[in-house]
């Protein structure tokens, strides 16, 4: 399967796929036994407008059961679609489709909902720095469980970009680790010291914190929270030197204004928090046309 887009190791997948179905077959799906063990084919409906994300999941699923299911796929990963597209179409053994179903379409329908709805953000924040670039939208840490790679992906297919993976990649000075380090100016330093390869990322909470992290030097300043006179004031003091981030209260409704102001990135939790699942169905038989 191919794709335009960087999709996690084939590991990361194959676990992530071992874990959903062990939780759903468990000691064996007792319905689908019931099934004479044919030939059969079968169709993947998306009922509502979306981006199409989750494909090397889907894929690994039913291959997981049935290594010879035969999918094509009318739809590449990334396509924007609207209500009532057929996106594939299957054919393997009815009980490793139905057993397959429900994992493979949860893997689907919940990065195809990441991805529809970074989108949108990236839709709503385009066109407001001409002609420098649009404001990045980041994803946050705040992902599912055992799923970040594959949301992170997901974000990536809507347009957004990753901030960071883990606690691992970057040092992102916050509230608290400037508290114990004694001022924001100690903080950096121990943080240059300790990890001078890492990237550095300071949040500030006053115009006075920000003008001490232009003057010590990071990779990217974090204004939370600031109104937006605060905001446009922060921009104009940054002067392009570092990025500035936004995060906190962001959402769609305003999400354009804070990118006017001049920004550079726009962090939102909700791109993976608050996930709205796609509406999909998969059914045995052709699709009528």
Same mark, same amino acid.
């Given at each position: 399967m191919s794709t335009r887009f960087e999709a996690p190791p084939t590991t990361v997948i194959e676990s992530?796929?071992?874990?959903?179905?062990?939780?759903?077959?468990?000691?064996?799906?007792?319905?689908?036994?019931?099934?004479?063990?044919?030939?059969?084919?079968?169709?993947?409906?998306?009922?509502?407008?979306?981006? %199409?994300?989750?494909?090397?999941?889907?894929?690994a699923c039913h291959r997981a059961l049935d290594?010879? +299911?035969?999918?094509?796929?009318? %739809?590449?990963?990334?396509?924007r679609v609207g209500k009532g597209t057929v996106?594939?179409?299957?054919?393997?053994?009815?009980?490793?489709?139905?057993?397959a179903?429900?994992?493979?379409?949860?893997?689907?329908?919940?990065?195809s909902g990441t991805a529809t709805t970074t989108a949108?953000?990236?839709?709503?924040?385009?066109?407001?720095? +001409?002609p420098a670039p649009d404001p990045q939208i980041l994803d946050t840490r705040k992902t599912i469980p055992g799923l970040r790679l594959a949301q992170?992906?997901? +974000?990536?297919?809507?347009?957004?970009?990753?901030?960071?993976?883990?606690?691992?990649?970057?040092?992102?000075?916050?509230?608290?680790?400037?508290?114990?380090?004694?001022?924001?100016?100690?903080?950096?330093?121990?943080?240059?010291?300790?990890?001078?390869?890492?990237?550095?990322? +300071?949040?500030?909470?006053?115009?006075?914190?920000?003008d001490e992290a232009l003057q010590a030097g990071c990779e990217r300043i974090l204004i939370d929270d600031f109104d937006a006179a605060t905001r446009r004031e922060a921009v104009r003091r940054a002067a392009g030197r570092i990025p500035l981030e936004v995060s906190g209260g962001v959402d769609l409704d305003t999400v354009r204004a804070v990118a006017a102001d001049g920004v550079d990135c726009i962090s939102i939790g909700g791109l993976t928090k608050h996930v709205h699942a796609i509406d999909l169905s998969m059914k045995l038989g052709r699709p009528a046309g």
């Open positions: 992530d796929v071992a874990r959903a179905l062990a939780e759903d077959l468990g000691s064996g799906d007792v319905t689908a036994s019931l099934l004479p063990d044919a030939p059969d084919i079968a169709y993947l409906l998306c009922k509502e407008d979306a981006v %199409v994300c989750g494909r090397p999941w889907f894929d290594p010879d +299911v035969r999918i094509d796929w009318r %739809v590449a990963e990334g396509d996106l594939a179409t299957l054919e393997g053994h009815t009980r490793a489709l139905v057993s179903e429900r994992a493979a379409l949860n893997f689907l329908q919940t990065l949108a953000y990236v839709d709503a924040v385009r066109g407001t720095r +001409v992170k992906y997901a +974000v990536r297919v809507g347009g957004g970009v990753n901030h960071r993976i883990g606690l691992f990649d970057a040092v992102m000075l916050k509230e608290n680790h400037i508290r114990v380090a004694g001022s924001l100016q100690a903080a950096i330093h121990a943080a240059r010291a300790m990890h001078p390869a890492l990237p550095l990322i +300071v949040e500030v909470e006053t115009l006075e914190q920000l």
